[in-house]
Nanobody, 126 residues
Framework: QVQLLDSGGGLVQAGGSLRLSCVAS????????MAWFRQAPGKERDFVAA???????YYADSVKGRFTISRDNAKNTVYLQMNSLKPEDTAVYYC????????????????????WGQGTQVTVSS
């Protein structure tokens, strides 16, 4: 069992930066692939970024070059550094943990993740 606690969201102007954090409980954090998804009002939950247990990363095209996912296994924490934020980045951001093979299809898919954080709101004003 893994419990995830997201934090770090807030209100920021376009062009600004935020860093999200997700702290996991449990002793098996290092064995999980971790990811961030986001959901805007009235829309589906969309993939943002993922990091494998070995540190490999994958990003949605919409955030590539602006967002960076990282993990600190000693702290059971995954981060999402978000730079050059745009109004279209406004959403609730969720971290997720899963054990699926780290392939593009599987890491971008909501059903492949077993555990989810409660979400943290990111609002980017124009």
């Amino acid at each position: 069992q893994v419990q995830l606690l997201d934090s770090g969201g807030g209100l920021v102007q376009a062009g600004g930066s935020l860093r999200l954090s997700c702290v996991a409980s449990g002793r098996a954090f290092s064995t999980y692939n971790m990811a961030w998804f986001r959901q805007a009002p009235g829309k589906e939950r969309d993939f943002v970024a993922a990091i494998s247990r070995n540190g490999g990363t994958y990003y949605a095209d919409s955030v590539k070059g602006r967002f960076t996912i990282s993990r600190d296994n000693a702290k059971n924490t995954v981060y999402l550094q978000m730079n050059s934020l745009k109004p279209e980045d406004t959403a609730v951001y969720y971290c997720a943990a899963g054990l699926a093979t780290f392939t593009v299809y599987r890491v971008t898919s909501v059903p492949e993740y077993d555990y989810w954080g409660q979400g943290t709101q990111v609002t980017v004003s124009s």
